[in-house]
T-cell receptor, first 111, second 114 residues
Framework: DAKTTQPPSMDCAEGRAANLPCNHS???????VYWYRQIHSQGPQYIIH???NNETNEMASLIITEDRKSSTLILPHATLRDTAVYYC????????????FGKGTKLTVNP | DAMVIQNPRYQVTQFGKPVTLSCSQT?????MYWYQQKSSQAPKLLFH???????NEADTPDNFQSRRPNTSFCFLDIRSPGLGDAAMYLC?????????????FGPGTRLTVT
């Protein structure tokens, strides 16, 4: 499985876009990039995933570089409820039967 | 709403006293997972069921067992809890192994061992 590097913490002002980077330079060609978040004392929540193309859903946008060595999760208008730990997780096409969570990024949205 | 439910949310047990945590799902998913999350750490997979097929992670202690009597329910049994087993236990589901990257988690059960 590919290793990931994420900044341990980030701050964002409420209402502004939060851009969370993830480096996954060893990702293989058949590995998707999944993003989850975990709000304090809750279970992780699936956000979005992608392979090559940029993806958008009601929660966030995912930008993947052309060489697929890094990606950025974008929360377009962060709210206080977006304060959480965000995990970037490569997972092979077809699933590897388990998610391997790294340390993630603790995002704090400030009023 | 379809969901993953864990009961109880908080469980206190004594050192060495067996304890069972439960998970149910209304998503009709084929795969159910159990994760352990210790304080300030990331979740770590213990085992999963694909339908009735049980799959244990290599480093999961024998003290941890699981049962899945039907599609909707899955149990985590800790035979002799030690102080080091105090953690949040998370249940998750996925539609099948092919979509295993997209998992739906319950709120977790926080286990305290006294």
């Amino acid at each position: 499985d590919a290793k990931t590097t994420q900044p341990p913490s980030m701050d964002c002002a409420e209402g502004r876009a939060a851009n969370l980077p993830c480096n996954h330079s060893t990702i293989s060609g058949n590995e998707y990039v999944y993003w989850y978040r975990q709000i304090h004392s809750q279970g992780p929540q699936y956000i979005i995933h992608g392979l090559k193309n940029n993806e958008t859903n009601e929660m966030a946008s995912l930008i993947i570089t052309e060489d697929r060595k890094s990606s950025t999760l974008i929360l377009p208008h962060a709210t206080l409820r977006d304060t959480a730990v965000y995990y970037c997780i490569p997972d092979r096409e077809g699933g590897s039967e388990k998610l391997v969570f790294g340390k993630g990024t603790k995002l704090t949205v400030n009023p | 709403d379809a969901m993953v439910i864990q009961n109880p949310r908080y469980q206190v047990t004594q050192f060495g006293k067996p304890v069972t945590l439960s998970c149910s799902q209304t998503l009709n998913h084929n795969v159910m997972y159990w994760y352990q999350q210790k304080s300030s750490q990331a979740p770590k997979l213990l085992f999963h069921y694909y339908d009735k097929d049980f799959n244990n992670e290599a480093d999961t202690p024998d003290n941890f067992q699981s049962r899945r009597p039907n599609t909707s329910f899955c149990f985590l049994d800790i035979r002799s809890p030690g102080l080091g087993d105090a953690a949040m236990y998370l249940c998750a589901t996925s539609r099948d192994l092919r979509t295993g990257g997209e998992q739906y988690f319950g709120p977790g059960t926080r286990l305290t061992v006294t």
